[in-house]
């Protein structure tokens, strides 16, 4: 029976899948399964106000 690694990464988010590429190759030769499974870092995102006057206010009210 061979190992197998389950990843739960952020479909959304394109930083979550830099990590695929090492995982695959750390993984390589090895006999491990790896199981992709979705997961929402942030399932109710607001937006925010990138362009407000106060900068650095980084949670900003969303805009109308």
């Known amino acids: 029976m ?14 979550c899948l830099l990590a695929e590429k090492a995982i695959v190759q750390a993984t390589d030769g090895m006999g ?18 990138v362009f407000s006057s106060s900068a650095g206010n980084f949670m900003a009210s969303p805009t109308s």
């Open 2 to 15: 061979s190992q197998q690694i389950i990843v739960y990464t952020d479909y959304v988010c394109p930083f």
């Open 32 to 49: 491990v399964e790896i199981r992709w499974r979705p997961f929402e870092l942030r399932p109710a995102p607001v937006p925010l106000n």
